[in-house]
């Protein structure tokens, strides 16, 4: 382990360093904001092949400059050292000029290939909102560029940010680069400041891995996406080879690395408009790896709003021209359909056995995304240019030009979640009944709490169900952070799509990782991915792999409180069950109360419950408790003394004639028990559901409903919610043996959904946690309902197919939900409930108004809920 500080003071050349956004997903040019300090030293001269040192810089000396340049077209992006701000000393690295999200401060190190490096970095910018802001690296491979995000998050507005993260550098770079970039914010200016580039000790790649390949090869091809920087590394690409059967290009088959400009407005000026240039040399060394080695790599991709240069659909190629008519336009995508694929049938058959054709083209409304001129923010060219008609017209070429074996995907996030599904397949049917496509992407990037995998296989299925082919085509899962805790929810996650994914295995071609390791990943600050930031095998690798490798699993169990513990609160705690047997658990000021039933017909004088908390054993013997039928009830009551705080160690332990079984500690033969946690929680709040059944066939509100008690949903995080006590809603509950039926009553005098986002629509919103469960996590009977004020429907969670209706009042409107229970249920079931209405007040602000959640965090959490009692 070394460190080098190399201050060469020289002459500054600023040189253009043309490259890519190095997103998964990138986003257009926002409002910029420009910065113009009232003293400013501009940087001495730099020499091109100057390096900065490795070390801690703070840009307190004019030698501190020695190998940062403006990274740009030309020589517009300036970089100098500024005494305005810093976030230490007098200084900071002041950039300017920038025009493209790319544009940024960079300087080269003298990294050695195959080390470790950890860098971070301080950032500044006064754009007067949160931007999102990248610390990335650049490797050059045989003279082509290859780039990669180090780490990424959103920046506030005057405030100075750490972005940080980990890198390997390349044994085969010929030069590495690290510099700051945006998403969104090409022309804002910035400062950096406190740059730190640090040799670590560097943790070999182990070779004695179980291989992912291997593991699912009777299922189907496990793949990863690589950036072409991954070949700068020859120890991780033979590393990569072991784990995985096919590869995606992160970006380097996307249209801004392979449309060839400069070129094309060659063309162009000489006549021709529609023929596009292409180039393919960052495509290539993954390419010519898979061909020489017998893997397969899916084309990532033909046609995207985004990460496709503006000058693609203007005259001459020029960013500042004219758009082109529908024909130029639509000339043109087909010819570079054309040409990417007579390139690779020449050059790489067999190779490119599937494609993306289209990217993202539906938002999360259900709605395809609009035009440029509808939408300036938001809006994509491809509307503008072809309008509609872009996306069959691309698999129509697709299909002429692919060869027969190739399968063409449409690829999208988001899939299993309502309207964005069905807007998918009410596109995707009819280029199906043409005959032009072969399957849907789901890019899988989802959260630890949701969605369920049922939920997304509910989704595959009916894409299935048209006689299209699934790609798993992006997965990787958000966690808050890289505790053992966390980690171990990330493998079980992991465990439980791949293992629903392995039992649908003959609808799904493939599943395909996107990313490396947390240290590459695009989410690095989420920690998503099976490989630590030193490509070390995660808990989630070891999941998937051999699970033996995982630490015995901690369960969490909560007691509700501050109540008596009399059968109607039991009743209302969430049921934990082992076995045959389950526990509640209440407190109050005093002591918890557990509530043990246990399932046994046979008397045995042996058949005892034991509770474990802390490190205190409590036990009650069969004789001492009471006889049920099926069995008996053991209730504890424990002294609260040294047991109030948070989370308690705990376990429950059943005998049944000497033979144990246990809530947490499967084994039950450790020298030291192995105990869950134990923690509290208020009760919530009930309301109760009225046996019954609403007639909801007719276009008027079933009478029925008069006689039924109604709830406010009055709990809001701001009063502004109420506006003034203009706003109001109620709702109702009925239930019968398979549904439960919730009406809404709103007051609100401005009704808007003017926005393409549902929740920014005033909408009631419905939260069920089917039998309680309260795991934080949404199961496969779970379901988040929401539906607007002119009845259009969405869901973020469940499969339940809901029946809505709504009716606009002279003061608000009225909604009506059937939800189908997922499993029989009886009187007295308790399930988790909420209510939610998203008031979007004439200013346009959301404010959200709840029966019982105060956090708003029901999207991600079902514990967070209230509860409906199935009553007379």
């Known amino acids: 382990m070394h460190s080098i500080k190399a201050r060469i003071l020289g002459i500054v050349l600023l040189m253009a360093m043309i490259m890519s956004v190095v997103s998964a997903c990138n986003t257009p040019d926002s409002t910029s904001s420009k910065i113009t300090p009232p003293e400013s030293t501009e940087t001495s001269a730099i020499v091109e092949d100057q390096l900065s040192y490795l070390g801690t810089n703070s840009f307190e000396e004019d030698s501190d400059l020695v190998g940062w340049i403006g990274r740009g077209e030309g020589d517009t992006v300036i970089v100098s050292k500024s005494n305005v701000i810093a976030h230490t000393g007098a200084n900071s690295l002041l950039t300017q000029g920038r025009v493209l999200d790319w544009n940024g401060p960079g300087a080269a190190f003298p990294f050695v290939g195959g080390n470790t490096y950890t860098i971070s970095v301080w950032v500044y910018q006064e754009s007067g909102s949160t931007k999102t802001m990248v610390l990335s690296a650049e490797a050059i491979v045989n003279g082509v560029a ?28 010929e030069k590495t680069v690290i510099y700051v970039e945006t998403l969104g914010a090409g022309g804002m200016d910035f400062y950096i400041d406190d740059i730190s580039v640090q040799e670590q000790e560097s943790k070999a790649l182990l070779t004695d891995l179980p291989s992912l390949k291997e593991v699912y090869a009777d299922s189907f091809p496990i793949g990863c996406a690589v950036p072409l920087s991954t070949f700068s590394d020859p120890d991780l690409v033979e590393f990569l080879s072991n784990q995985y059967s096919t590869f995606t290009h992160e970006n380097e088959l996307k249209p801004e690395n392979v449309l060839d400009l400069e070129a094309s407005r060659a063309l162009a000026e000489a006549g021709d408009e529609t ?62 359909i054309a040409a990417v694929f007579a390139f690779m049938n020449e050059n790489y058959p067999g190779v ?65 979640y309502e309207p964005k599904q069905t807007g998918i397949y009410d596109l995707v049917k009819p280029i199906v009944d043409a005959g032009n496509i072969d399957g849907v992407g789901f890019q899988a990037h989802y959260q630890m709490a949701n969605p369920a995998p049922q939920q997304v296989i509910t989704a595959m299925k009916r894409f299935a169900d048209l006689g299209l082919r699934i790609r798993v085509t992006e997965l990787d899962i958000e966690a808050a952070n890289n505790g053992e805790e966390e980690m171990i929810k990330l493998a079980k996650r992991y465990k439980a799509l791949m293992d629903a994914f392995a039992a649908n295995d003959d609808i799904i071609d493939a599943v395909v990782i996107w990313g490396i390791s947390d240290a590459t990943s695009w989410k690095a600050d989420k920690f998503p991915l099976l490989f630590d930031e ?20 901690k369960k969490f169990a909560n007691s509700f409180g501050s109540v008596s513990p009399d059968d109607e609160n039991f009743s209302k705690a969430t049921k934990y069950s082992f076995g045959d047997d389950y526990f509640r658990v209440l407190y109050d000021d005093v002591n918890f109360y557990v509530r043990v039933e246990v399932s046994d017909t046979t008397v045995d004088d042996n058949d005892e419950v034991k509770i474990f908390i802390i490190d205190e054993i409590h036990s009650l013997s069969r004789s001492e408790a009471t006889e049920v ?10 002294p609260l003394i040294e047991k109030s705080k948070t989370l308690n160690d705990f376990d429950v332990l059943v005998m049944d004639a000497g033979v144990p079984s246990a809530w947490n500690d499967a084994s039950n033969g450790a020298d030291e028990r192995l105990l869950g946690k134990l923690g509290k929680k208020a009760m919530p709040g009930a309301v109760t559901a009225v046996y019954g059944t609403p007639d909801i066939s007719g276009s008027e509100l079933d009478e029925v409903w008069d006689d039924v008690e109604a709830t406010p949903v009055d709990k809001a995080l701001s009063s502004d919610a109420f506006e003034g006590g203009k706003v109001a809603v109620n709702f109702k509950t009925m239930w019968s043996e398979d549904h439960l039926y919730v009406l809404v009553e709103v007051t609100d005098p401005h009704l808007d959904d003017s926005s393409a986002t549902n929740y920014e629509q005033d909408s009631a919103e419905i939260f069920l946690d089917e039998n309680n469960d309260r795991s934080g996590e949404y199961g496969d009977d779970d379901g988040q309902y929401r539906v607007n004020f002119n009845n259009i429907f969405s869901a973020d969670h469940g499969t339940a197919e809901v029946v809505t209706r709504t009716w606009i009042t002279e003061d608000g409107f009225i909604a009506e939900f059937a939800i189908p229970f997922a499993s029989a249920t009886e009187m007295g079931d308790v399930h988790g409930l909420d209510v939610r209405y998203n008031n979007i007040t004439s200013g346009g602000r959301r404010h959200l108004m709840n029966f019982w959640d105060m956090t708003d965090s029901g999207w991600k959490d079902t514990s967070v809920f209230g509860l409906v009692v199935l009553g007379e």
């Open 146 to 173: 290859g780039y990669q995000n180090v780490y990424r998050t959103d920046c506030a507005s005057g405030e100075w940010v750490e972005l940080s993260g980990t890198f390997r550098a390349g044994a085969d770079a």
């Open 275 to 336: 023929h596009p240039a292409l180039k393919f040399d960052q495509a290539k060394p993954l390419l010519d790896f898979a061909k020489e080695n017998g893997y397969t790599v899916n084309g990532h991709v033909l046609v995207w709003f985004s990460q496709t240069p503006d000058a693609f659909f203007k005259v001459g190629y020029n960013p500042d021209g004219e758009l082109v008519t529908k024909d130029v336009m639509l000339a043109r995508m087909e010819n570079y």
């Open 352 to 416: 490119v056995m599937s494609w993306d054709v289209v990217n993202e083209a539906v938002g999360d409304n259900g709605q395809l995304r609009p035009s440029r001129a509808e939408d300036p923010e938001n809006g994509i060219l491809w509307m503008d240019t072809i309008g509609a008609e872009y996306i069959p017209k691309a698999f129509e070429y697709a299909r002429k030009y692919a060869p027969a074996d190739v399968k063409l995907f449409y690829n999208d996030f988001s899939v299993p």
């Open 534 to 553: 030193e490509m070390q095998p995660k808990l989630a690798f070891w999941a998937l792999t051999d699970p033996s490798k995982l630490p015995a699993e």
């Open 629 to 638: 039928d099926g069995g008996y009830i053991a209730n504890f009551s424990l």
